[in-house]
């Protein structure tokens, strides 16, 4: 059993840290949708995905909503 229900990359991610999104509520809200859910939503955000098939390897403005492919993801890689 996993120690904590938050993700786990919370501490490098963007999203996270308010550094990619250009509205501060914005970035609350990918927080509580994603990042800080009890239920482990964070195991569907594209960027946990991407770390966790690639590494660190992730652009800065993928989105835990994102569209793109994860493939695609790392086509255009870059630490995140």
Known sequence: MEASLHCPNIDDCPV???NVIHSEMVGLTYRSLYCLQGNKK???CKRY????RFGNKVPRNVLPN???PIEEL???A???
């Open 16 to 18: 996270y840290q308010n």
């Open 42 to 44: 964070y195991k569907t």
């Open 74 to 76: 790392a086509a255009v």
């Open 49 to 52: 995905l991407a770390i966790s």
């Open 78 to 80: 870059e630490v995140f």
């Open 66 to 68: 994102s569209v793109a």
